[in-house]
């Protein structure tokens, strides 16, 4: 697996991670959750212009 490929898997598994945790409504352990989903949102919508 090459590197791009190895961190788009990362991201994809953290924002699971993180989605999951929001729609259990379980961010008392991560309570950055939201803001975190937010911004990796927001970097993608910066990212699509870019690729």
Not at 14 to 27: A, E, G, K, N
Request: with cysteine; proline share 2%.
């Amino acid at each position: 697996m090459n590197e791009e490929l190895f961190y788009c898997a990362c991201w994809r598994e953290l924002q699971h991670f993180l989605s999951d945790l929001v729609i259990r409504d379980t961010v008392e352990e991560y309570p950055n959750a939201r803001d975190f989903l937010a911004l990796m949102a927001s970097v993608e919508r910066k990212m699509e212009g870019y690729l």
